[in-house]
Antibody, heavy 120, light 105 residues
Framework: QVLLVQSGAEVKKPGASVKVSCQAS????????FSWVRQAPGQGLEWMGW????????KYEEKFQGRVTITTDTSTSTAYLELRSLISNDTAVYFC?????????????WGQGTLVTVSS | YDLIQPLSVSVSPGQTATITCSGD??????ACWYQQKPGQSPVLVIY???NRPSGIPERFSGSNSGNTATLTISGTQTMDEADYYC?????????FGGGTKLTVL
């Protein structure tokens, strides 16, 4: 069965960076992509960006441009989200989700979420 | 790209729940819907406007025309109480609606 397992909770200070991982299993990794979506406490879903696991093409939401990098490692079937220059408003649960290979679409499988807390 | 959903919808068990999602020319994009229960990850319940993923009950259905996509839950059950989010995308970006809290009482 398809599984996306994310890394554990993180606590970071303002200005720091965080890197969240998402290890996939149960399907051919390079036949799909990933989107990253975050959810602040009590708030809705916010799309951050997408990557093709086939060729590494990426698309980022404009508000995160320059502060976020999404990568994949095909040798370990793992996707990564790195977010830099953290501020308190970045406190949220970050989800990885399986996506299409050519561009962001609907997400049929989701990771369990990773809580990132930004606090001094 | 903004997608607008009602904050909340209430329905009695066994009745039909309707949740709308409005966006400029949404009918010319694909829309999908997610269900999210407290403390859980979202679950895809409708994709490409009208399609149900495997394992999603038949009582969930969707439509999309004009500026509005609609999620319909027929014969709503207490287990359907959750937050529901619509999603749409174009070549550049992805948008989520603000979410609708469905209360079954």
């Amino acid at each position: 069965q398809v599984l996306l397992v994310q890394s554990g909770a993180e606590v970071k200070k303002p200005g720091a960076s965080v890197k969240v991982s998402c290890q996939a299993s149960g399907y051919t990794f390079t036949s799909y992509g990933f989107s990253w979506v975050r959810q602040a406490p009590g708030q809705g879903l916010e799309w951050m960006g997408w990557i093709s696991s086939y060729n590494g093409n990426t698309k980022y939401e404009e508000k995160f441009q320059g502060r976020v990098t999404i990568t994949t490692d095909t040798s370990t079937s793992t996707a990564y989200l790195e977010l830099r220059s953290l501020i308190s408003n970045d406190t949220a649960v970050y989800f990885c989700a399986r996506d299409d290979i050519v561009g962001p679409t609907q997400n049929d499988y989701w990771g369990q979420g990773t809580l990132v807390t930004v606090s001094s | 790209y903004d997608l607008i959903q009602p904050l909340s919808v209430s329905v009695s068990p066994g009745q039909t729940a309707t949740i709308t999602c409005s966006g400029d020319d949404l009918g010319n994009k694909y829309a999908c819907w997610y269900q999210q229960k407290p403390g859980q990850s979202p679950v895809l319940v409708i994709y490409r406007d009208t399609n149900r993923p495997s394992g999603i009950p038949e009582r969930f259905s969707g439509s999309n025309s004009g500026n509005t996509a609609t999620l319909t839950i027929s014969g709503t059950q207490t287990m359907d109480e959750a937050d529901y989010y619509c999603q749409a995308w174009d070549s550049r970006s992805v948008a989520f609606g603000g979410g609708t809290k469905l209360t079954v009482l």
